[in-house]
C-alpha cells in the first residue's frame, strides 16, 4: 500500500527546494513529506494569499513571549537579585564566624584560665593558712605581754 506518487516542478522552484534541503541537510521527498505534514498539523494554508494565518500564528507566538517576558521581570530577575544579595550576605558571615580552629584554641584558652582559677583558689587557700599561722605566732609572742589578744585574733579566722 506504499504506492509512490511523482509530482512535477519547475526548475525554479526545485532549485529553491534543492537549497532547503541541503540546508535542513535531507531529501527532497522527506522535506516536501514534511512540509506537508506540518502544514496540515498546524491548519495553515501555503495558498492562501490572505496572511491571516501568519498574523495568527505571529500573535500566538507573540502572546508567549511576552508571557516569558512578564515572567522573567516579575519573577526571575528579582528571583536572581535576592539570590545574589543572599549569597553575598552569607558569604560576609561566613568570614566573620570563627573556624575549627579557632574554636579549639579558645576551648584550650577556657581551659587554661580554669586551671589557673583553681590553681590560684588552692594557693590563696594556703596563702590564707599561712597568714593565720603568721598572725597566731605573732599574737603569741604580744600575748605573752597582753593576754587574751590570740583568743581574739583566733574568732576572727573562725567567723
Known amino acids: 500500500m506504499n504506492e509512490k506518487v511523482t509530482i512535477a516542478i519547475d ?18 521527498k522527506d522535506f516536501v513529506c514534511s512540509a506537508i505534514i506540518f502544514f496540515e498539523k ?7 494569499e490572505s496572511p491571516e494565518q501568519y498574523n495568527k500564528l505571529h ?11 512578564h ?7 528579582p528571583l536572581c537579585e535576592s539570590l ?16 575549627k580552629n579557632d574554636l579549639k584554641n579558645i576551648s584550650d584558652k577556657i581551659q587554661l584560665v580554669n586551671s589557673n ?3 590560684n583558689k588552692s594557693l590563696l587557700s594556703q596563702n590564707r593558712l599561712v597568714q593565720e599561722q603568721s598572725f597566731l605566732v605573732l ?3 604580744i600575748d605573752e605581754k ?5 583568743d581574739k585574733i583566733k574568732n576572727i579566722f573562725n567567723r
Open 146 to 150: 597582753n593576754k587574751g589578744l590570740s
Open 11 to 28: 526548475r525554479k522552484h526545485d532549485k529553491i527546494l534543492e537549497k532547503l534541503c541541503k540546508i535542513h541537510k535531507c531529501t527532497k
Open 42 to 48: 498546524n491548519n495553515i494554508s501555503p495558498i492562501d
Open 59 to 69: 500573535r500566538k507566538l507573540d502572546s508567549v513571549i511576552s508571557f516569558i517576558r
Open 117 to 119: 582559677i583553681h590553681e
Open 139 to 141: 599574737t603569741q609572742a
Open 84 to 99: 545574589a544579595s543572599t549569597d553575598e550576605r552569607i558569604k560576609i558571615y561566613l568570614e566573620v564566624l570563627p573556624s
Open 71 to 77: 515572567q522573567e521581570k516579575e519573577f526571575l530577575r
